[in-house]
């Protein structure tokens, strides 16, 4: 009752007449959205098919096509707000999607960067929303609309840059574990860990390639923390801080992955440290890292009792 009172409020009409689904909205509405997605395809299909080809060829990427629909999926769940709402065009839309396109053409002419072509769908996209829906539609779609960046592959000049410092700390975390066995010496040189285990040296050494680096694990997850720092209501607090939290959590469990790849190639058989057996292990931590990441947030909410609830429990036992 209190959500459809505010929805009436902010469209300008009754209750009663509120728009509850998407059927609703009207075929005209319909026909301008595919109007809309047929230009845009036209335009960036160049960039879509790489992006695409991306998800389909790079285990890296291979979360992409879940982006577009968790950013439907937010949009639905402010269906009441959006259907409802009494938009108005804004012309600033406007004069940032033309900044946008003649920005996407300069830069395919002179400075030819593929990732910010790629980035400019999305702004166009957001630039048409705002052009057509106003300030108040932006409101609703602005974290759907802004959440597809999840979805376009980083450049691999910076992707790789990013990659050494995590394959560095993975390695000398996972040497330090390592040292605590008996009769094993393992020494970290930059990604290689070079192991000693009862006197004799292992060959070959083990090597924290790029694929271990965690940034797999690292974009995936902080997609997913994303998604739920927003669907789960909590405290703005509480959200910023589950947010910051992915990273560490995507490095430790990623810390964890290398260093049981040790454990296993030097104790038990390095048949089972390579190849399928490594990439489920690597898939095996995603589990993991969801459940240290449902912790922190069942700890934070047991953290604070919130006012209301403690007004109800006062109000229950006063009867």
């Not at 593929?114 to 932006?138: D, E, N």
Request: hydrophobic fraction near 55%; charged fraction near 15%.
């Amino acid at each position: 009752m209190a959500e459809n009172r505010t929805i009436s409020n902010v469209a300008g009409i009754d209750s009663a007449e509120l728009i509850q689904t998407w059927r609703e909205l009207g075929i005209h509405a319909y026909i301008k959205i595919g109007i809309i997605a047929i230009l845009l395809s036209f335009l960036f299909h160049k960039e879509l098919s790489l992006i695409i080809h991306q998800w389909q060829t790079d285990p890296s990427w291979s979360h992409g096509f879940l982006i577009p629909v968790f950013s439907l999926y937010f949009l639905n769940q402010r269906k009441k707000e959006i259907l409802n709402l009494d938009i108005k065009p804004n012309y600033m839309g406007l004069f940032f999607l033309i900044g946008v396109l003649v920005f996407y053409i300069l830069n395919a002419v002179q400075f030819q960067r593929g990732y910010l072509q790629k980035v400019s769908l999305i702004a166009s996209l957001g630039a048409i929303v705002l052009f057509l829906g106003g300030w108040k539609l932006i409101r609703y779609t602005w974290l759907p609309i802004s959440y597809l960046l999840f979805a376009v592959p980083l450049p691999d000049r910076i992707y790789r840059s990013l990659t050494i410092p995590m394959r560095q700390w993975a390695a000398s975390v996972a040497s330090i574990l390592l040292n605590l066995v008996r009769d094993l010496e393992a020494t970290a040189q930059g990604v290689v860990i070079d192991v000693v285990y009862k006197g004799q040296q292992l060959k070959p050494s083990l090597d924290v390639a790029e694929a271990c680096s965690g940034m797999r694990l690292l974009m995936a997850f902080l997609a997913l923390g994303v998604a739920m720092a927003y669907l789960h209501y909590r405290p703005l607090w509480q959200r910023i801080v589950l947010l910051m939290m992915t990273v560490p959590i995507a490095i430790l469990c990623n810390i964890i992955r290398v260093t049981l790849t040790g454990f296993i190639y030097v104790l038990w058989d390095p048949k089972y440290a390579q190849g399928i057996y490594h990439d489920l292990l690597g898939f095996g931590m995603l589990p993991l890292a969801f459940v240290l990441y449902s912790g922190l947030g069942w700890f934070l909410s047991s953290l604070f009792i919130e006012d209301e609830e403690i007004v109800e429990d006062v109000v229950v036992r006063s009867k």
